[in-house]
């Protein structure tokens, strides 16, 4: 297994797939994650529905892994209730900043390559993206989050990320407060 960092980290980028680039080669063990960085990735960010950033070597240009964020919220409509809504509402804003949704960043994809799995690279990519935002906040984004495929929950709430809503699905909702980034 090859650890990223032995080389030092600043070997390494992550940068935004720009306009007409295709990733010829990727493999994460997901059929659906590699078709998406390799086929369809520049179709979603072209039609303004997310943009994808790929983490590399700078040297080799092998890509690492990627992800694709897209604006999100958090809602009523999240919630198995108005109940609950209201408890998670009340539990992180003030009576004044009582809204009907809150503006978000969905994950959409993450994917490692199957080289460096378990070398830490996921969650380095989650930090930086907690700090993208939570520096870089130019718009109001409050939370990050994901439908996590069910094999992936774990390593989510390993990143302190937490339950929307916990019914059975092939996907789990899960939140991650930017107000917890350092």
Same mark, same amino acid.
Request: with cysteine; charged share 30%.
């Given at each position: 297994?090859?650890?990223?960092?032995?080389?030092?980290?600043?070997?390494?980028?992550?940068?935004?797939?720009?306009?007409?680039?295709?990733?010829?080669?990727?493999?994460?063990?997901?059929?659906?994650?590699?078709?998406?960085?390799?086929?369809?990735?520049?179709?979603?960010?072209?039609?303004?529905?997310?943009?994808?950033?790929?983490?590399?070597?700078?040297?080799?240009?092998?890509?690492? *892994?990627?992800? +694709?964020?897209?604006? =999100?919220? #958090?809602?009523?409509?999240?919630?198995?209730? $108005? &109940?609950?809504?209201? %408890? @998670?509402?009340?539990?992180?804003?003030?009576?004044?900043?009582?809204?009907?949704?809150?503006?978000?960043?969905?994950?959409?994809?993450?994917?490692?390559?199957?080289?460096?799995?378990?070398? *830490?690279?996921? +969650?380095?990519?989650? =930090?930086? #993206?907690?700090?993208?935002?939570?520096?870089? $906040? &130019?718009?109001?984004? %409050? @939370?990050?989050?994901?439908?996590?495929?069910?094999?992936?929950?774990?390593?989510?709430?390993?990143?302190?990320?937490?339950?929307?809503?916990?019914?059975?699905?092939?996907?789990?909702?899960?939140?991650?407060?930017?107000?917890?980034?350092?």
């Amino acid at each position: 297994m090859t650890n990223f960092l032995e080389s030092g980290f600043n070997d390494y980028e992550v940068r935004k797939l720009q306009k007409g680039e295709t990733i010829k080669s990727f493999d994460c063990g997901d059929e659906d994650l590699n078709d998406f960085i390799m086929n369809r990735a520049e179709g979603y960010n072209k039609a303004m529905l997310s943009v994808t950033y790929v983490f590399e070597h700078k040297m080799s240009g092998k890509i690492i *892994g990627y992800f +694709s964020l897209a604006n =999100d919220r #958090i809602s009523i409509d999240n919630f198995d209730s $108005n &109940n609950t809504f209201n %408890r @998670f509402r009340r539990h992180l804003f003030k009576n004044e900043k009582r809204l009907k949704s809150y503006p978000a960043v969905k994950i959409c994809r993450l994917g490692i390559a199957n080289d460096f799995h378990g070398c *830490g690279v996921g +969650s380095m990519l989650l =930090d930086f #993206i907690k700090s993208y935002y939570k520096r870089g $906040n &130019n718009a109001g984004c %409050r @939370f990050l989050t994901v439908d996590a495929y069910l094999n992936a929950v774990s390593f989510y709430e390993r990143n302190k990320f937490q339950y929307l809503q916990k019914d059975e699905k092939r996907t789990k909702l899960l939140y991650y407060d930017l107000n917890e980034a350092i």
